[in-house]
């Protein structure tokens, strides 16, 4: 807990009202979307750039690290302290500064809700693409912190490439622009180092983003396979054929039978997999697209193919993606979310590997996560209460990261490093790799002063931090799906 | 300073003495007209390190060359000891064309890689100028795009991860092989457009894009920018790879394509994609056309497209003669038409025919500027002068990418450095504390 004098201090750059202390209402902010926690000193809601300034150099007096955070919906413990200090919540800064639809962009600032942004663009006939799964509560500033993706993303790239530019506060205190409206500006990207960092380097205090037109035509298609290498060769296939789908997700067996036990959504229990496809462009060929897709469906051996046309046909078919995660969490107490990405071709053999892994450990698997970009979301179901249980399920996952780095892939595809994957860094970066980071955190000079402990194994930088046995495990809100 | 021969040497012991050149036979690796002491043709990966180990610790400062397209750009070097030419790392390391993606190395042409994927109905969607001759390398030191960036973006949008060998000569990778991926800080974007100077990128992934089914190319012909920007604003929804702007200037070079007023502008759309998307397209196009004011219509021949969008892609490269001004300033794409208005403008006080050519929806406008050599610097520098204040206003920027030598004694070619300048200074510092990479050349002469 925060010492007086601290708080007084606090109060006197936010306001008495912006000051969190009290060691239970403390404890709202000890946690994210994963079962990690650590309590901050201090939590302060901001609603300035100059008064998220202010608190970095109270806490750079001070010797505390700053932690920011959104709506804590991250799936990696990034907005979890580690070792105390002052978490800065950008909830209060939430307004929509300005939309320009001529030159299709957006300022905003962090703690904006990402659906809110695009419902409000709705009626100009824009939208922001990236769709990250919990749209309805995670925060742009966020979305920027851990660069998220979301199932459209197999289009339209990840949030990286829809941000122009950052209005941020650096470790020292300073206001600073990086990146802008316009293109291709002179000197180096500093923008896309801060984008996916974490909240390691700097604190975003708005954003610019990029804006699309909204499609003329979208057509959703599930199509039905009795087994999960047809729907992994189909997936490949489509991608092959260059057919560019603006969706292409899958869901397993066990994620079936979860959600038809919870939502209803139609999904034949006897099948081994569902893939949902969606083609979205001009009225006039989206059609021949989602024929084009359904051609390959069957001819991989789908069993199935459903089409939707209208919004509700299309909601229809979403329902039992939307709903899976909420519905696995009835399985299990706990839950251990796995992110991980493998070449789109190796996904048969991954996926093979990934239920034998579940086997040889004794846990379910259940896998629900975007094919089209081979971005896997293996989900542990377990019993957090059992003695021996989070080691178990923390070694199975270990070895379906493995799984992924040894297919040529990557240990995070769009959840982010945070606290739980700074050992598996070294799967993937020499110590000369992470050298090389860590010079870009030495420019920043943000080492120890904002949320440390976080992607770096510990014998890279600082050192000092070693957290205990982690796993990003919780049970779940109805409404949250990867 | 470094021994010349001592140099040669030592690089020789390195290299392959067929790939090491004394300054005799450096000439053609000038830059500013500064002539390098030695020219080095690694052949690997590891030949590249050596080569910066070397420079390292003999403090040698090293330009890194690929197909030398844009060697013009940047500042005039501080110092010039080794041009390190990637020509020989011209493989193609990785391509499984079921996955879309690819990882080169960077001394490969465009051209070649881009025949390479043709072969399995793949591309590599940039299309900067020159794409015979310019480096998958070189593209991503300038983040180098062309007309195609409408649709796809530029090299940050499709780069997947790169290795690079850093100033001390070690091995980096950054990013990876797969489409999505958020494991530490994004290296390869910073490298991108970092002109070499923060490590040499010697291979990169890349996602491609399958070839379009179907292209046409239409030009809408229009009295003003303005009006093809109202134009263009009409066509959000359409299967557009590219959109480009041309003044009359432009077109005449050009010159294969219809008549254009004498002071009018050319609208040069790429319809690609599905072929009922590009007939539907072209159909609205020309329903727009009839519709704006004093617009006339033509479409290419299929078998002419592909010549002319090369012409395009490198219509503002400066003249062979070097007497030329080229900027690159980058603006809202709404305030291209007061840009082009004020360049044009410009341009007729000092009785020159400046060419104008912009990646509209990019908002990027390139204008040169014929500026014959016995003249002065004085013009170029007013010139520079009026443009960089036009721009300022609209809050965009401005590079010069091509000019007299001695203009750039006198200007920063990449503008004045803004707010984020010293964090840029201290990145620079941790990634090449020596200053050998490209050392003066970057931006605020890092």
Redesign the interface.
Known sequence: MANRELVRELQAIVGRDAVIYAPEDLLVYEYDATIERGLPGAVVLPTSAQQVSQVVKLAHRRGLPVIARGAGTGLSGGAIPVAGGIMVVMTRMARILEI?A??RLAVVEPGLVNLDLSTALSRY?LCYAPDPSSQKACTLGGNVA??A?GPH?LAY??T??HVLGLEVV?ADGQI???G???????????R??V???EGT?AIITKIIVRLL?L??ATITLLAIFNEMEQASQAV??I??????PAALEMLDKLTMRAVEEAVHAGYPSDADAVLLIEVE?????VG??AEAVRAVCESTGAREVRIGLTPGEREALWAGRKGALGALGRLAPSYYILDG?????KLPQVLRGVYQVGEKHGFPIANVF?AG???LHPNIPFDESQPGQVEKVLAAGAEIMRLCVDA??????????GME?CDF?RW???D???E??M???????SGQRFNPGK?FPTAIGSGEMAPGPRAVTRSLEPEAWV | LVKESLLHNLLESTLDSERVFPRQEAASYAVDGVVPQVVALPATVEEVAAVMCLASREDAAVIPWGGGTAMGLGNTPHRYDIALCLSHLNQVVEYEPADVTATVQAGKTLADFQRHLAEHGQVLALDPPLGQETTIGGILAVNASGPSRHAYGTARDLILGIRAVQADGRIIKAGGRVVKNVAGYDLTRLFIGSLGSLGIIVEAAFRLAPLPRAERTAVVFLPSAQEAWRFVAQTANLSLRAVELLNAVALRQIATVGEAAEDGYALVLAVAGEPTAVERSLKEIGELSRRAAAASLATVVESAQDRLWQAIASLARPSPSGATLVCKAAVLPSQVPALSQQIETTGRELGLEPLVVSHLTAGIVYSAWPSPQDEGVQRALDLTTTLRQAVAGLGGSLVVEACPLALKEKIDVWGEPAADFPLMRRIKEQFDPQGILNPGRFLGRL
């Open positions: 320009d001529e030159n006939g851990e660069n993706g993303c790239g990840v990286t490439n650096l600073v622009w990086l802008g409206k316009t293109a291709d500006r002179p000197g180096y990207d500093l896309s180092p984008i996916g960092s380097l037109p499609p003329e490949s296939t991608i092959g054929k260059g057919i560019l462009g001009l009225r006039d060929s021949e697209q990405t493998v070449p789109r071709t975007h970009d081979g971005n040529g892939g990557t240990i995070t595809g769009e959840h982010g490093v994957k860094m993937i970066f020499t000369d790799d992470l090389a980071m010079r870009i955190q030495v420019a920043f000079a992607i």
